[in-house]
């Protein structure tokens, strides 16, 4: 096969998009003004807000690069899958009872009420730049792979997504966001779930020759270093740990997770949401690593030179060129999905933080329908900005400068995620420790990062420790006053019944 899209895969293609529009446009029968713009109307069942969670976790770059991994290299990096075991019961039984009792409105809001309004604007302004860069990045890599199997063009896929995701998340507010990121998960692990199969039907002798082979070729953990007393190198432990803590950080100090969250104020269902996203986000996990294990089997059954190159494109290209026409359209619609549902939640986070925690905090007297049609403008002038900044990338030589840039952005949740943890764990930490605390954190994230050779997997736990420690010593030697002293404001777990 020549590798390119027949007509009926641009017609199933093309018609998910456009279902997904409609979709997401329908779902709002009323408009959604104020607290229900950015917090739903409260009929959003918890399930679907489960697989929102996943879907937002879950990016294009994930779908095609965890087959891509396994397929390459081994079963290594599924490691830090089960740092889900840190993340989850953590989550649940430390941070989520203190986001109920106080019934916030966005990530950030808590910050605020914990350490004062300058570490709110701060933290949430970190956030909308790390996600504005983020979203750009959702649109350029997947849309690079993606071309170069469809012959579609990079720019029109970067449009498609942008532009219909843009669209739907600034008409109906989080209640379209998470319905559509509901579908867009459905059709991913469909997706990845048919491809399996597929896989498992073509080589000869099925799921036990794909073991054996696994096995012999050592294409799961035979060579991989369990524990390293240096916990700057590479080990499952700390890919394990460090996974754990980011995953971890995601659901408390990111606010399109927290987002989700806070939806409803029960803590059951919040608890029930944190449990099914990690069962979601494990096992879909391991499907797309056990699919880069069987694509190795089925490449080397069939002979020949063994595909190689750019990992997101081994398995981009095995949908294209060995799958019927028709089911192609499906699986790259899949893809769509994974990058759409990302890049809306993130629309819309973004639209919340910077209404609620920047403009509301620094203008108290906007009302609720001023604020929502700043969201919703927000949200296509940030829609339009990643689109531009996704297609400038397409069109420039700049790949180095853009990872040092997303590795930067990407060390932000590190930072405000062990502020929470500051606030959450101690009563002692004040304000002006607090912000000492971020700023020493930052630097020393910051030089870790980018001029020694630690492994990147040891970044949260060096984030975390340094927020706890440095925050935790500049609030004993500033000796102010903690908000968290009176018990009564139910700021941190301790103060939980």
């Known amino acids: 096969m020549d590798g390119k899209f027949a007509v009926i895969d641009y017609v199933i293609l093309v018609a998910y998009l456009l279902l997904i529009l409609y979709i997401g446009i329908a779902v709002a029968k009323k408009e959604m003004k104020g607290k229900e713009f950015f917090k739903g109307d409260g009929s959003i069942p ?14 294009p770059i994930s779908f095609l690069s965890l087959a891509g991994n396994s397929y390459l290299g081994n079963w290594q990096l599924w490691a830090g899958q089960i740092g889900l075991f840190i993340a989850v019961p953590v989550a649940i039984y430390f941070f989520l009872p203190v986001y109920r009792n106080l019934n916030i409105d966005t990530a950030y809001e808590y910050l605020e009420k914990r350490f004062g309004k300058g570490l709110r604007i701060m933290g949430s302004s970190l956030f909308i730049i790390y996600q504005v860069g983020r979203m750009s990045i ?79 070729d050592n294409k799961f953990f035979s060579e991989a270093v369990i524990f390293d007393p240096n916990i700057f190198n590479d080990s499952l432990f700390i890919i394990f740990l460090g996974a754990g803590l980011s995953t971890l950080f995601s659901y408390i100090s990111s606010q399109d997770m927290v987002q989700r969250y806070l939806t409803t104020t029960d803590l059951k269902q919040m608890n029930k949401m944190t449990i099914m996203n990690g069962v979601l986000s494990l096992g879909t996990a391991t499907l797309f ?5 069987s694509l190795y089997v089925f490449y080397k059954q069939a002979g020949g030179a063994m595909p190689d190159g750019a990992k997101d494109l081994i398995f981009a290209n095995f949908i294209v060129t060995e799958l019927p026409a028709g089911i192609s359209g499906l699986l790259i619609a899949g893809l769509f999905a994974a990058g759409q549902s990302t890049l809306s939640t993130g629309l819309n986070s973004v639209a919340t933080s910077w209404t609620l925690d920047i403009q509301k905090v620094l203008r108290p007297d906007m009302t609720d329908e001023k604020g929502t049609k700043i969201a919703k403008a927000v949200s296509i002038i940030v829609g339009i900005l990643s689109i531009i900044f996704a297609i400038v990338l397409a069109y420039s030589n700049v790949s180095s400068a853009y990872e040092w840039f997303n590795g930067l952005m990407g ?47 040891a970044y949260s736990l060096i984030n975390l420790v340094s927020s706890l420690v440095f925050g935790y010593l500049f609030s004993l030697l500033f000796k102010e006053k903690s908000k968290a002293e009176d018990s009564s404001a139910g700021l941190t777990y301790y103060d939980q019944k």
Do not use: C
Not at 46 to 59: D, G, I, N
Not at 141 to 167: C, K
Not at 289 to 293: K, L, R, S
């Open 289 to 293: 690593f056990f699919i880069g294990t």
């Open 411 to 457: 060390l932000v949740l590190g930072i405000i995620g062990g502020t929470f943890t500051l606030g959450v764990l101690t009563k002692r930490a004040n304000t002006k420790g607090a912000i000492a605390g971020f700023i020493v954190t930052s630097l020393i994230a910051i030089y870790v990062s980018y001029f020694t050779d630690t492994t990147l997997w």
């Open 46 to 59: 918890w399930w679907v807000t489960s697989v929102s969670l996943f879907a937002t976790l879950l990016s």
């Open 138 to 216: 959702i649109m350029y890599l997947p849309a690079l792979a993606l071309s170069a199997v469809t012959g579609i063009h990079t720019v029109a896929i970067i449009l498609f997504m942008g532009v219909i995701a843009t669209i739907y998340s600034s008409i109906g507010g989080i209640k379209s966001v998470l319905w559509t990121d509901f579908i867009q998960g459905i059709v991913l692990i469909g997706g990845g779930i048919f491809a399996l199969i597929v896989l498992i039907i073509s080589v000869k002798g099925g799921f036990p020759e794909i073991m054996k082979v696994g096995v012999q």
